[in-house]
């Protein structure tokens, strides 16, 4: 089982749409979580790290769910912008593990 | 603030061949990180260091790769020979450690030196 599963996509919506992610990890364990974003042919950056209580940025929401060992993504009213692949993260002693990221197209 | 520096940022060689791949993290970040990215294999850590030290290397592919940090503002990645199988993208990331806290500390990456082994 890999550690860290996303569904690769892509998701392809329309601007101003809603769209969700999701991502499953296997290390119980594990102590912090995130989401990086990484466009096309540049390096990832963090979008937002995931709490259990939820956590909103903007347009951006983010849930963690320990007992299913369970990570969302929510990005509402869509932007051309936001087309990018969106990373989900794991850490465990300050090691971080990435899923191999969900690609995301917004279409006018 | 200029932020984690890599060099070359695309770097084409021969099978067999030595390639050493540079980094500068970010002033005051005492974690270092080297990562490789693939499409088959994703994002994968490769090897981190602390204060300069080398911690976890468990990533590290094989023998042929090495790394090394010297001071607090450069590190290198080494792959001697290269084999076409190393091609990917080399990610270089840096973070300010806090100790136990270091797990909510966001790590910041290069730009990346995109290799390419014939």
């Known amino acids: 089982r890999k550690e860290v599963e996303q569904d690769p996509g892509p998701f392809n919506v329309p601007e101003g749409a809603t769209v969700a992610f999701n991502c499953t990890y296997s290390?119980?364990?594990?102590?912090?979580f995130f989401w990086y974003r990484q466009d096309c042919r540049k390096e990832p950056k963090l979008l937002m790290s995931v709490y259990s209580s939820g956590n909103e940025d903007g347009r951006f929401t983010a849930q963690l769910n320990r007992a299913s060992q369970y990570i969302s993504l929510l990005i509402r009213d869509s932007k051309l912008s936001d087309s990018a692949t969106y990373l989900c993260?794991?850490?465990?002693?300050?090691?971080?593990?990435f899923g191999k990221g969900t690609m995301l197209l917004v279409s006018p | 603030d200029a932020g984690v520096i890599q060099s070359p940022r695309h770097e084409v060689t021969e099978m067999g061949q030595e390639v050493t791949l540079r980094c500068k993290p970010i002033s005051g970040h005492d974690y270092l990180f080297w990562y490789r990215q693939t499409m088959m294999r994703g994002l994968e850590l490769l090897i981190y260091f602390n204060n300069n030290v080398p911690i976890d290397d468990s990533g590290m592919p094989e023998d042929r790769f090495s790394a090394k940090m010297p001071n607090a503002s450069f590190s290198t990645l080494k792959i001697q020979p290269s084999e076409p199988r190393d091609s990917a993208v080399y990610f270089c990331?840096?973070?300010?450690?806090?100790?136990?806290?270091?797990?909510?500390?966001?790590?910041?990456f290069g730009p990346g030196t995109r290799l390419t082994v014939l």
């Open positions: 993260v794991v850490n465990f002693y300050s090691t971080l593990t």
């Open positions: 990331a840096s973070s300010s450690g806090q100790g136990a806290h270091l797990s909510y500390n966001e790590q910041f």
């Open positions: 290390n119980s364990a594990s102590q912090s």
